[in-house]
């Protein structure tokens, strides 16, 4: 399997003539450079007194690509402050970056900036090889020596799609290092962050930063947010396998799909079984009537040890929500979950992903209930349905609302349902 090709570019103030690039290697693309310096350029302006000695960052450089940049002050001047920035960026297509890195500073490590190159710099290669295994050691080492509840719940946050910031006087690479060896590999694609930066015009996911204004950061958690954060499946996961010492349970945790991942894996099957559907049609003639399909005699059965139902009786596909219901179901699925819990960072805006949330905030909450953790492990094993109301009928299944399959009802009266079922006050049309 050939190695991963990364091109690299130098970019900073060169002999005090202005910022721009003054090193690139032969595969790094004209069309490359206007991203590539909105990138340096968005790292801020220097507050005064602040200095820069190292720091890392990552973020996507159009659609195909993605930019670790580092950051560091070259030299000083004669007062001894900080002289002007040096931005060295490593680009590597964004495929090879989430199947094989997903680690900007395992990236950094590997490739120290030549600070001093000018004219052309080589195509710099990396071999196409699963990321290192995290251990258990390693977990434990992190939870002990770290602040373990701004850890755990940050990492949970993030998962979430959450936003963090620290504040800082100088890099903290070791806090986000850390946050990253607790994150599962799929995340570490999709999130972007910065071990330091002076500002956040590039809206990095998790950041430290010298001064945190709250009118510039109103959607991010803080550091004390974060470690408040309300304890997540995940993050729960990570610690009981840490302190079991379960390296197979480790492994699974660090290897899982995202959200997104799980999401686009619908996405796809809906789309699958929307062909299918399509060409059984244009091959046979459509029956006269529309027949409820019902789980098989085999999904239908009683598991022995718990004597819960295997599959719920459900429509192969529901019709497509409307305009209105669409709106009208993210109101109250955004209700419902801020009630379960009020400092949740709710930043999904779709119904999909707001249902995605509440199934893992739902076995989350039902840890101490036995029965209803098996119902949602089933659910997981039946795997994503193909429709939003499928997807809450079957959620309502899992909590033993007996008209989960009632035609009648549409979908925000069934997250009513889901509501009185857990104890909540219903959403006010």
Known sequence: MPDIAIEQALYGNAETGGYRFVSRSPGFLDAWLP???R??????ERPPGV?????????????????VVQVADQGSDDAGRPGALGFRLLVVPREDYGLWLGDPFALADRFPPPWSARGDLPTLLFPREPPSRRTVEQVRQVLKNGDSATLLGGVQALIDAGRIVFQRPAPAPDLLRQLWLLMPQSSRAEIWPATFAFGNDLRFDVLVTPRVDPARFPDYLTEEQAGDYP???YELDVQIAAESGDQRALDALFTRRSSRQTLKLAVILLVVVAVVALAARILQPPPGSRNRTHASASS?????QSGISAAPALLDRYPPLTVEMRQRLTEALRSLLQQLEPKIALLAVSVEELLLT???RLLTLARSDAKRI?????LERLGEPGDAERHLRLLAWALGIERHDDPRLNPVELVELLQRKLGVQPHER
Do not use: I, K, N
């Open 35 to 37: 991203l590539a310096e």
């Open 231 to 233: 304890q997540g499946r």
């Open 358 to 360: 509440l199934q893992e």
């Open 39 to 44: 990138l340096c350029t968005g790292f801020g």
């Open 300 to 304: 239908a059965r009683h598991d022995e």
């Open 51 to 67: 200095a820069c000695p190292g720091a890392v960052f990552a973020q996507p450089l159009g659609t195909r690509h993605v930019a």
């Open 374 to 378: 098996e119902v949602l492990r089933r």
